[in-house]
């Protein structure tokens, strides 16, 4: 991970909360609360055993009084139901992707769904969390969907997992690849592939019984969903990747964050969760090399030479533009334009 990291998140903050005071507070200026927090995935995710440190250091450093109780697997609502039940307030918190709502968060969650920006993981989830911090825009769009993100988790860059080889830009014509949202939908077509949209607990079977030809996802991802299992070519190396993205934040309810829990919560969950946010980039790169590896092991995947990456780039139109003509026809051209600079000059420094 880069230096200076925990630094820059911290400058990024919102200045009305003063990090590390949350550590020294006493259990008593804590009020007791039991909290419910819907989950889109498995426990066996990294970023999921981040969660889990993360309600655990909660409940730790505030005497017991605060506890997050994780609802794993999609068991208390589906992953694109999960946000409206945060804003509704029938759960507490929520671990979704912004990306499954461009209706509801056009500006927050476009750098979970325009692809091929960012370079690798930390550049990723470090500028999204900037941006929330940074842009009138962005704050004024959560506080209408009522929900706020503590912190993002990371993903490493995204490569094809199919049960055929794509060794040349051709190859893309007619594959069956998995997509969400606006954009990505975009880059397959223009590739010549087909977009399937699924949600991760369906990617496995929908492999297995031929309803997509390619997972779309990060190595340890794949890895930890057994998509190695039933899928056996894939892409590496430092050119060949559609780039990494921010994953789901935690989301809480906009007036109780701001409104209703004390400052002593705020700013213990904002000093735990960026602790976790940083362990989480620090963890998930790690675990790309070590989940490729255990796939060629266990599995037998085998790695593609794939050399048409420059030819993706030129089929591949701007999806960064694309997003920000989309929001030009919502009204939110100027601010679309401001983060997309903003998320290009971020890219660049944080390579």
């Given at each position: 991970m880069r230096k200076g990291l925990t630094a820059a998140l911290v400058a990024a903050s919102f200045a009305t909360v003063a990090l590390g005071a949350a550590g020294t507070a006493a259990a008593e200026e804590y009020p007791k609360l039991n909290l419910k927090l819907a989950h889109l995935g498995p426990s066996s995710f990294t970023g999921s055993q981040i969660d889990q440190w993360?309600?655990?250091?909660v409940r730790k450093r505030?005497?017991?009084?605060?506890?997050?109780?994780?609802?794993?697997?999609?068991?208390?609502?589906?992953?694109?139901?999960?946000?409206?039940?945060?804003?509704?307030?029938a759960v507490d918190i929520g671990a979704t992707s912004p990306g499954y709502f461009p209706n509801q968060l056009p500006l927050t969650g476009a750098t979970n769904s325009v692809m091929m920006q960012f370079p690798n993981n930390g550049a990723a989830t470090q500028t999204t969390y900037e941006l929330v911090r940074k842009f009138p825009a962005v704050q004024k769009e959560l506080e209408k969907a009522n929900?706020?993100?503590?912190?993002f988790h990371s993903l490493n860059a995204y490569r094809p997992l199919c049960t055929k080889p794509i060794e040349k830009v051709e190859d893309f014509n007619g594959l069956k690849i998995r997509s969400w949202g606006?954009?990505?939908?975009a880059m397959w077509e223009s590739l010549g592939a087909t977009p399937v949209s699924l949600m991760t607990p369906d990617m496995y079977e929908a492999l297995q019984r031929g309803t997509v030809d390619c997972a779309f996802w990060p190595h340890e991802l794949s890895y930890t969903m057994k998509l190695n299992?039933?899928?056996k070519y894939t892409w590496d190396g430092d050119k060949n990747h559609f780039g990494a993205i921010p994953?789901?934040?935690?989301?809480?309810n906009w007036k109780t964050w701001h409104e209703k829990w004390p400052e002593s919560v705020r700013k213990?969950?904002?000093?735990?969760?960026?602790?976790?946010?940083?362990?989480?980039?620090?963890?998930?790169?790690?675990?790309?090399?070590?989940s490729l590896e255990a796939m060629?092991?266990?599995?037998?995947?085998?790695?593609?030479?794939?050399?048409?990456?420059?030819k993706v780039r030129a089929k591949v139109p701007d999806l960064a533009d694309m997003w920000i003509d989309k929001m030009k026809a919502r009204g939110l051209g100027d601010e679309a334009q401001e983060i997309a600079d903003y998320w290009r000059q971020r890219s660049d420094e944080l390579k």
């Open positions: 993360f309600a655990d250091e505030s005497g017991g009084n605060i506890r997050i109780r994780i609802f794993w697997s999609e068991s208390l609502g589906k992953a694109n139901e999960i946000l409206d039940l945060v804003a509704s307030g929900v706020y993100p503590v912190f606006e954009y990505i939908p299992e039933v899928a994953t789901w934040p935690l989301w809480v213990l969950l904002t000093e735990v969760g960026l602790e976790a946010m940083e362990r989480d980039i620090r963890e998930v790169r790690a675990d790309e090399r070590k060629q092991e266990q599995s037998g995947v085998k790695i593609v030479e794939f050399q048409d990456m420059d």
